[in-house]
Structures are given as C-alpha cells and as structure tokens.
C-alpha cells in the first residue's frame, strides 16, 4: 500500500544551524511528492514540489527513487521556520489524482 | 483571488447531535476535496470530488459522514450522528486538474469540531 512517513515527530535545531527533514514513502510507481508547511495560525500551503527543482524560501528537496525519499534540506534555519511541515505523494490518475500525507514533523527553531 | 472559504471556523456539539460543514472552493477549480485531521496526525482524505462526481470515498464512514457537491462548486460534509472520536479539524482543499501533472492544493481555513 502506498504510505509517507516522516521518523520525526519534533524537530528543534538552533538558529544558523542546517536543518534536514525527513521523508520516505512506498510507491511502486511514479511518484510526485510535494512538501506542505502550517505556519501557526495560517492555513496549510504548498512549500515547494519535486519536478518544479525549485529553492523556496532557502528550503530544496530532491527526489532520491532509490532510497524512495524526499528529504527537505535548509542550510541555515531561521526562526520564521518554526511550523508544521507534511510531506505529501500524489498518486497520478487517469482523471484524477490522490494525495496521501505524511505524519508531519514539528521544526522549532531555537532563537 | 480569494482563496478556500469555510464555515463554521469553530463547533462544539454533544455526541450523537448532527453537525454540517460548508465550503466554497477556489473559482475554476475541479477538484474538491474534505479531510479530517485529528491532533497530532497529517491529514486524512474522506473525501474526493472531480466536478461534482465523487472518485474517492474510500476512506469516508459512510454510515455517519455524508458530503455533496452542488452544481460542482460548493461541497457541504455532514456528520451524523457525531462521536466523540470524530473531535478534529476539517479542512477543504481545491485544485485544477492538470494533464501535465499533479497541481498544487489550496486549503481553507480548517473547522475545529470538538464532540462532547
């Protein structure tokens, strides 16, 4: 069955510090993976998506099919990064897709 | 563009009254979809719409929770009757459906459900 996880529940790094979120999944076929982040008292929004190659906000991500993992990587976190991130798969259809979420990882980021 | 709308933001109820979920999703928008997050968990898809046809209920218990789609717009979800275990967020998304591949999900607000 197809599944995400993220090993970690609570992440704390200190300011400056580089920060690695972790993410796998299960999926036989080809996957598109996504990370959503929650900042307190906003809505859940797209952060960024693996076949976009994109930095945001200082954050990328690279699709490893052998290791099945999408790992989100900072070099230097901030304290704007404290929030919620869920790493997300969409199972592409033929009229549709479906997005299976992650646990979710909690990143404090110590000032 | 405005964004996903939602009400109520907010509901408390005893267990075993009714309760309904209304949400208007991103104009243009033909996907749909309800989720329930319980604290401490990701979100977990009930249900899904394309227009106003549901392809993905697989996860919706069906013999308490109800959804439609109006006219492929706005969607209402209904519980009834409420448990307690039923106390989450319940949140809205919308996105365009895309040949070239999966698009981005906009969410709304969330509404916080606690069942007593």
């Known amino acids: 069955a197809q599944r995400v996880t993220q090993p970690e529940k609570l992440l704390s790094v200190f300011k400056g510090a580089p920060v690695e979120l972790k993410c796998n999944y299960s999926?036989?076929?080809?996957?598109?993976l996504f990370w959503y982040v929650q900042y307190s008292r906003q809505r859940l929004q797209l952060l960024l998506r693996?076949?976009s190659r994109e930095s945001i906000k200082g954050f990328t991500a690279d699709l490893n099919k052998g290791e099945t993992s999408f790992h989100l990587k900072k070099p230097f976190a901030q304290e704007e990064d404290s929030a919620m991130y869920y790493c997300?798969?969409?199972?592409?259809?033929?009229?549709?897709?479906?997005?299976?979420f992650g646990p979710g990882t909690s990143l404090s980021v110590i000032p | 563009e405005a964004g996903v709308a939602q009400s109520p933001r907010y509901k408390i109820i005893e267990k075993r009254q009714s309760v309904a979920f209304w949400c208007n999703p991103i104009?243009?928008?033909?996907?749909l979809y309800w989720y329930q997050q319980i604290l401490g968990q990701g979100p977990k898809l009930l249900i899904q719409?394309?227009?106003?046809?549901?392809?993905?209920d697989s996860q919706l218990p069906k013999d308490r929770f109800s959804a439609e789609r109006l006219k492929g717009v706005d969607s209402t979800l209904k519980i009834q009757p409420a448990k307690l275990e039923d106390s989450a967020v319940y949140l809205c998304?919308?996105?365009?459906?895309?040949?070239?591949?999966?698009?981005?999900?906009?969410f709304g607000p969330g509404t916080r459900l606690t069942v007593l």
């Open positions: 998304a919308s996105s365009l459906w895309r040949a070239s591949g999966s698009d981005t999900q906009y």
């Open positions: 999926y036989s076929g080809s996957p598109e």
């Open positions: 693996h076949i």
């Open positions: 997300a798969l969409s199972l592409r259809g033929t009229s549709y897709d479906k997005v299976i």
């Open positions: 104009s243009g928008h033909a996907t």
């Open positions: 719409f394309q227009n106003n046809g549901v392809v993905d």
